[in-house]
């Protein structure tokens, strides 16, 4: 799952600001929020600063940070996705509660990712959570 080569550092930074919203709902801290996305929670914040005052202007984003803002957004809309019509809060209550789908044996998704915040289990855990909406 790797980005398209035409993601560009606008595409990032409508990535982190939805993450960063996104991340409230979840209960996540900036620290665990950091962790996903492979870097310190300083350059996190310094980059969250930086697109919400400068316009039409991006930081610059490592390309495995965009993937994994993309990957983060596509396990958001696969549990959606999932979600009975008028309940997509449910999403974001399977991220929260421990739950025994997709391999997880009793343990949240957050729980999950944030033990082992490597892109490869990002991916192995949206193509599972996918495969249930194909």
Do not use: C
């Amino acid at each position: 799952m790797n980005p398209p080569t035409n993601i560009t550092n606008n595409h990032g930074k409508a990535g982190l600001l939805w993450l960063f919203d996104q991340a409230k709902r979840w209960h996540l801290s900036d620290v665990e929020l950091a962790s996903l996305l492979g870097v310190t929670a300083t350059t996190l914040n310094n980059w969250i600063i930086e697109a919400q005052n400068n316009g039409d202007q991006s930081p610059e984003f490592p390309a495995p940070v965009v993937e994994r803002i993309g990957l983060l957004l596509g396990l958001h809309k696969s549990l959606v996705v999932l979600t009975p019509t008028g309940y997509p809060e449910m999403a974001d209550e399977w991220f929260k509660k421990p739950i025994h789908l997709w391999g997880l044996n009793g343990t949240s998704i957050s729980s999950y990712i944030l033990n082992d915040p490597s892109t490869e289990k990002l991916i192995e855990l949206v193509r599972q959570i996918r495969s249930e909406t194909a």
